[in-house]
């Protein structure tokens, strides 16, 4: 993982460097500050499948690629990006949109386009040659400025899968699916000419985002006690049988994954000088386990040692 942040330079180099990093890693942008608060910004970048994923934490500041930046960098790329928080906004070819949590908006790299940033933002943002998305899409054109909503059904697949890919990297994990770029281009290539009504449904990919977004949700929900299969269903909008055939297809169950999770981090924390002071027992209850001997028996099971031994293996003690 690569991280780019204004935090290496003095303040007052902070605006001018940032300015270059976006050109260097992005395209030729025009970022203009909002406020006089300190100018903090980071890009934490990986590679998925050769192609550059990023993950943008952006201070205040409004961003512009009009004619003279794209003559600088006229490249056929497309940009998805997912918001994930703050108050941010884009306009490309129409009105101003205000991006809401989970939204994901399509940009041209060779149209103009303004990225609204006023609220600082956090965004992961995949850089990809256009013809990837355009060669499955009937109407590419009307992608130029789209956005999927992140309420709805294929929003939040496409919100989980997203996520997903991003915490693989993090954990320089095998995506594991070779596929899976192709799934993520067809569910948003479906999404967009489905509001025209002359769209397929992409039935693997769909199966392939239903299951990576119930492994983005166990991720961030693992630690809930109640946590159920039933639950995980819900969530991500499929009936339970239908999940449980998706994550049987891939050699997994709902509960078996969810107690993996678990019992991962617990493992972690175990390992981790900062969490030293809190019990065996009070890590896995934290961690969403409801009885201390199963989550013993699961973890022996799961790392061939005790959770003692594996904490004074790590720790020294």
């Not at 070779?178 to 992409?202: I, T």
């Not at 022996?300 to 959770?307: C, G, L, Q």
């Amino acid at each position: 993982m690569r991280v780019l942040s204004t935090d290496t330079v003095p303040s007052h180099e902070a605006f001018a460097y940032w300015r270059d990093v976006l050109a260097q890693h992005f395209v030729h942008l025009r970022p203009e500050r909002v406020g006089l608060d300190p100018f903090c910004c980071t890009i934490e970048a990986q590679q998925l499948e050769g192609h550059s994923f990023s993950r943008v934490h952006a201070a205040p500041q409004r961003v512009y690629r009009a004619m003279r930046e794209i003559s600088r960098s006229p490249y056929d790329l497309v940009f998805l990006n997912l918001h994930l928080h703050g108050g941010g906004s884009y306009r490309q070819e129409e009105d101003e949109l205000v991006l809401n949590p989970g939204d994901l908006f399509i940009l041209d790299a060779v149209r103009p386009f303004e990225l609204g940033c006023e609220g600082g933002v956090t965004q992961i943002s995949l850089k990809i040659p256009r013809h990837l998305l355009w060669e499955r899409m009937r109407h590419p054109e009307r992608t130029r400025g789209a956005r999927i909503r992140g309420a709805s059904h294929i929003g939040k697949l496409l919100n989980g899968y997203i996520k997903t890919l991003w915490r693989q990297g993090e954990a320089e994990q095998d995506a594991g699916n070779p596929q899976a770029m192709d799934h993520l281009f067809s569910l948003v290539a479906y999404e967009v000419d489905r509001r025209y009504g002359d769209a397929g449904l992409p039935r693997r990919a769909m199966r392939a985002g239903i299951y990576a977004c119930a492994v983005s949700h166990i991720g961030e929900a693992h630690r809930t006690p109640g946590l159920t299969p039933r639950g995980v269903a819900h969530a991500v909008g499929t009936s339970l049988r239908t999940l449980q055939d998706i994550f049987a297809e891939r050699g997994d169950a709902i509960s078996r994954h969810i107690q993996n999770r678990r019992i991962a981090t617990v493992a972690r924390w175990l390992a981790d000088p900062a969490m030293r002071e809190q019990t065996i027992g009070e890590l896995a209850f934290m961690a969403g386990f409801c009885e201390l001997s199963h989550f013993t028996h699961a973890f022996v099971r799961t790392y061939k040692e005790t959770p003692g031994g594996w904490r004074r293996r790590h720790l020294g003690k």
